[in-house]
């Protein structure tokens, strides 16, 4: 599983290895001022990495939790679109420096410039279709596993299986299904938006985790008896469909 920390170490490297390249083609190989360029694009980096990743969060959780966004919701999809953003605004200045450039090694420091943009951009994309990919993946075999579960009731209904019983053993494959499922995601990131969403939703970052988590979730909408068995063993086997959609589901 990939992390922020992760990210923000490949960012923060990618950054000074741009800003000494530049540097170090721009003065004409002072090593110097190259190192203090590199660092500078370092943590300009870094932070623009992390200002991204966090608006890309926090619209993700207001998605959500409160406006049930679909196919926008994943925070990885929506940071990459601010990026995207942010890298347009830097070619975009790259390009009005080339209009100013007065020497040779001026202009070539800046094609070297925009470059790095270009690749940094296209590392992004690529990043952001393989988190896609993956965790598509993941919810696909999330739902199939809540799928089955109205074919497994059948069958304990046919061997006589009490009604609790039965809404045990749906409410235990489906948090089975849940963890393996959060265990597999590509990214952190990701995983700590639908933790944001369940504090908003049920107050736990877990949300229905536990067996008395669940009962007491479905008490509290009223249900008893039977029919607080079968609404969970009814519940089993739904899925979030704002997080569906954001996993291409």
């Known amino acids: ?66 406006f049930g966004m679909g196919a926008f919701a994943s925070p990885i999809f929506i940071s990459f679109i601010y990026g995207s953003a942010v890298t347009g605004y830097f070619i975009w200045d790259t390009g009005n420096a080339f209009k100013v450039a007065e020497t040779e090694a001026e202009v070539l420091a800046l094609e070297v410039q925009l470059s790095f943009l270009v690749v940094g951009w296209g590392v992004s994309l690529g990043y952001t279709s393989v988190n896609s ?34 809404a045990y053993r749906a409410w ?43 009962l007491e979730y479905y008490k509290s909408k009223g249900f008893q008896g039977n029919q607080l068995h079968e609404e969970i063993i009814a519940g089993s086997q739904k899925t979030n469909q704002a997080v569906d959609a954001a996993s291409g589901n």
């Open 172 to 214: 235990s494959i489906r948090h089975a299904a849940l963890v393996k499922a959060r265990n597999a995601m590509f990214n952190s990131v990701e995983v700590k938006a639908l933790e944001a969403r369940n504090v908003l939703k049920y107050g736990n970052k877990d949300g229905l985790f536990s067996w008395a988590k669940t």
């Open 1 to 66: 599983m990939y992390s922020a920390v992760k990210i923000g170490v490949a960012t923060a490297l990618a950054g000074f290895l741009a800003g000494f390249t530049v540097s170090y083609i721009a003065t004409e190989g002072d090593v110097k001022a190259s190192l203090w360029a590199g660092a500078a694009s370092a943590a300009m980096s870094l932070a623009v990495a992390t200002g991204v990743l966090a608006a890309g969060l926090l619209t993700s959780i207001v998605g959500f939790g409160i």
């Open 133 to 166: 990919r993956i965790n598509g993946i993941v919810r696909g075999q999330y739902k199939a596993t809540n799928r089955a579960i109205k074919g497994l009731n059948k069958q304990w209904i046919s061997e006589g299986v009490p009604l609790s019983v039965r």
